[in-house]
């Protein structure tokens, strides 16, 4: 166990479907993270809060919302995804945004029919 | 910004044999650099790190060296067992603008028995 929780494991939804992903961290960290993980790109970085104040954005669609309401927990918003958006979607958390260890939590494998 | 290049991207052994993988970072203001396992449905987790002010660190059997001047820095398995298969990752941060980690693209390390 890290101190990282994600919660669905597994997720399968429909295109026009709204679901959240939800990521909790009990290590007292600052920073949180979003991650994308897929073949084409095997871990690629979407969001990053650090004292619950998003920080960085790397150009991700709309369709992703990212919600930070406390330093311990994020969430990830989806609406009407696309199939290529089918990915194993990693949380992270580190003591601050640079220059630390991030640990990861199991990840939300979602799949978009 | 900071761009990390892994090589290989994959990579199988003997049991028993060495594994190396190698990484190149760009920033040379970079400062961290972390190597992650992945396992099967697990999230990446930190096996080891080095810092700028150190050459080499070692861990049992795994060994992490950095060549500043060249901006490489390499993973080094020794006596590698099959428990050792997974996907590696090396990572920089710490450069201009206090970035989060940057990642490699991965290499799936194959031990066999």
């Known amino acids: 166990e890290t101190g990282v929780t994600q919660t669905p494991r597994h997720l399968v939804m429909g295109m026009t479907n709204k679901k959240s992903l939800k990521c909790e961290q009990h290590l007292g960290h600052n920073a949180m993270y979003w991650y994308k993980q897929s073949a084409k790109k095997p871990l690629e970085l979407m969001f990053v809060y650090s004292l619950e104040e998003r920080v960085e954005n790397n150009s991700v669609p709309s369709r992703f919302s990212p919600e930070c309401p406390n330093s311990s927990h994020l969430f990830l918003h989806l609406h009407t995804l696309q199939p290529e958006d089918s990915a194993l979607y990693l949380c992270a958390s580190s003591q601050d945004r640079a220059g630390n260890e991030q640990f990861f939590g199991p990840g939300t494998r979602l799949t978009v029919l | 910004g900071e761009n990390v290049e892994q090589h290989p991207s994959t990579l199988s052994v003997q049991e028993g044999d060495s594994a190396v993988i190698k990484c190149t970072y760009s920033d040379s203001a970079s400062n961290y650099f972390p190597w992650y396992k992945q396992e099967l449905g697990k999230g990446p987790q930190l096996i080891i790190d080095?810092?700028?002010?150190?050459g080499e660190k070692k861990d049992q059997r795994i060994a992490v060296t950095l060549n500043k001047t060249a901006k490489h820095f390499s993973l080094h398995i020794t006596e590698t067992q099959p428990e050792d298969s997974a996907v590696y990752f090396c990572a920089a941060s710490g450069g201009k603008g206090n970035t989060p980690l940057v990642f490699g693209k991965g290499t799936r390390l194959s031990v066999i028995a």
């Open positions: 080095i810092r700028s002010n150190v």
